[in-house]
């Protein structure tokens, strides 16, 4: 999906202005059968005006307007004749741009608040006169522009809703957005479907239809190239394309040696032998163990694997003959976490090996058909296209590996352990009936040894840390509260049958302030 596909529909701009919660409003959009992007908010009006939203949405923020270098949109934004939509920081902006007053809360309003809903029209239409809704903000307005009427206030807050419905500005000062809000999705819809008039015609069935006119656009008679890696986003992509390109697509497995056990032959298996797919498998564990050797920090692993996986692809490439077009898996989030290495307003968690880690002489033209797609989308769109459960309802597995999952160097002997402890993991989480409930769980090997004992005897071995969590997309994620008997059986069978592991720690950490991988 690219900018292109949504000149032909109704679809909504989010202009990012550096909430954590901004791909929820993506989400939440989309799931009213309305396209949604999320764009830059230092785009220029005539920029945005050409590629014509039928609505604007801008997003909270953690910044503050007192401040000196908190980000503003173009005024320009709000003369276009769209209908805009301002949430939290975004409606705070939308009341100081319009010439209104926004000043420092005596008191910051945090968590649930009750509304007091003063007209039952537009935003609130359909609505009971009070809602319980989710609040995060330190600033607030004190003074409506000229032509804004009051919808709503909280104990706190005197104005926690706004509109000029002549112009067709609104703005809450709460987020819609979280299931904290309960009605928030019918606000969104009010605004969306009612005020703004989009017409609900966005759905995974359309997708895959643009998604394969596009790709057979784009390749022409050319031949594509695509990291497969087994993992939910690659086996996705890979049936995608080949439902394109057909024969015209060649998968490379690269057995980097920090895939998961049994993980080349279950791909060679599925994708050459069951999908007829032209699927090269590549071992290459030394070359890239030994480029890891002794490096320590997480960023430095991703852009090592993420480089050294690209050479290698030019080099198998070169042994296909000539091949123009390299695929790639990235998805919504990665995008999102890594635009602020380019300049956005939120603060950088981690660059993604597929964004960050390209060197910057490529000699392959990417082409990139998930990047607007949120993980559960591309779960549904790999239902859609005829892949098992086995593959669709796999836990995410991060890009670069269980390199990240090793804390510090990487080493043959740790990823065996790792290996081997994870599977034992996986095979209980399955046994159990959580495997998918759960987000993720996996093991981490910790660069650390404990004493122990083991038949009378004094050990000194290794860590393993147990890590699941629970989430909808990976922004945000709270650490599974699982049965000890569970928790208990795991760490019984990881150190009697992983040698070299002693001690088995569960991790109850949320994200955030943690991130759901270590590294």
């Known amino acids: 999906m690219c900018a292109k596909s949504t000149q032909n529909r109704d679809w909504v701009a989010i202009l990012d202005l550096g909430s954590q919660y901004t791909h929820l409003i993506a989400r939440r959009v989309r799931e009213l059968g309305v396209y949604s992007e999320i764009v830059d908010y230092r785009i220029k009006p005539k920029e945005l005006l050409l590629r014509a939203p039928k609505a604007i949405i801008l997003s909270g923020g953690p910044a503050s307007l007192t401040s000196s270098n908190s980000p503003v949109i173009p005024a320009g934004i709000f003369k276009l004749g769209i209908p805009v939509l301002g949430i939290c920081y975004g409606a705070q902006l939308m009341a100081k741009l319009m010439k209104g007053r926004v000043v420092k809360a005596k008191a910051r309003e945090y968590g649930k608040t009750q509304l007091f809903v003063k007209s039952n029209m537009s935003l609130f239409k359909g609505l009971k006169s009070r809602q319980i809704v989710w609040m995060s903000h330190g600033d607030k307005i004190s003074r409506l522009p000229r032509g ?53 015609s966005w759905s995974i069935k359309s997708f895959i239809d643009e998604s394969i006119k596009e790709i057979r656009r784009t ?52 994708f050459r032998n069951n999908y007829r797919v032209n699927l090269k498998a590549v071992n290459s564990e030394k070359i890239f163990l030994k480029a890891l050797r002794g490096v320590t920090d997480p960023e430095k692993k991703r852009k090592i694997i993420g480089r050294l996986f690209i050479r290698v692809f030019e080099k198998e490439a070169k042994k296909l003959g000539k091949i123009k077009f390299l695929a790639q898996g990235t998805l919504y989030p990665d995008v999102i976490e890594s635009r602020s290495a380019l300049g956005g307003p939120s603060a950088t968690i981690k660059t993604h090996h597929n964004v960050g880690g390209l060197p910057k002489r490529l000699n392959f033209k990417l082409i990139e058909p998930l990047k607007y797609l949120f993980k559960d989308e591309v779960r549904i769109l790999g239902k859609k296209l005829g892949l098992p459960d086995e593959v669709v309802l796999r836990q995410p ?11 510090g160097a990487v080493t043959k002997d740790s990823l065996d352990v790792l290996r081997q402890a994870d599977w034992i993991l996986t095979e209980e989480m399955k046994k159990s009936g959580l495997y998918t409930k759960l987000w993720q769980s996996f093991c981490v090997f910790l660069p650390v040894k404990t004493v122990g004992v083991m038949g009378d005897e004094r050990t000194y071995e290794n860590v393993v840390a147990i890590r699941a969590v629970t989430s909808l997309d990976a922004m945000t994620a709270n650490w599974a509260k699982l049965p000890y008997q569970i928790l208990e059986r795991i760490s019984n069978r990881i150190i009697n049958e992983v040698k070299g592991v002693n001690r088995v720690v569960y991790d109850i950490s949320s994200k955030p302030p943690s991130t759901i991988e270590w590294e």
Not at 158 to 185: C, D, W
Not at 397 to 407: E, K, T
Request: proline share 5%.
């Open 148 to 200: 804004f009427s009051n919808l709503a206030s909280t104990r706190n807050s005197s104005i926690a809703a706004m509109e000029n419905r002549e112009q067709g500005l609104y703005g809450l000062q709460f987020h819609p957005e979280v299931v904290h809000t309960p009605k928030g999705k019918k606000m969104l819809k009010n605004f969306i479907v009612d005020i703004a008039g989009c017409r609900p």
């Open 219 to 270: 390749v022409g008679k050319e031949k594509v190239l695509c990291a497969l890696s087994g993992g939910v986003d690659s086996s996705v992509l890979a049936m995608l394309l080949h439902k394109a390109v057909g024969r015209k697509l060649f998968c490379i497995f690269i057995d980097n040696g920090l895939v998961r056990k049994d993980e080349p032959r279950t791909v060679v298996k599925r």
């Open 397 to 407: 597995f991060p890009g670069p590996g269980l390199a990240v999952r090793v804390i």
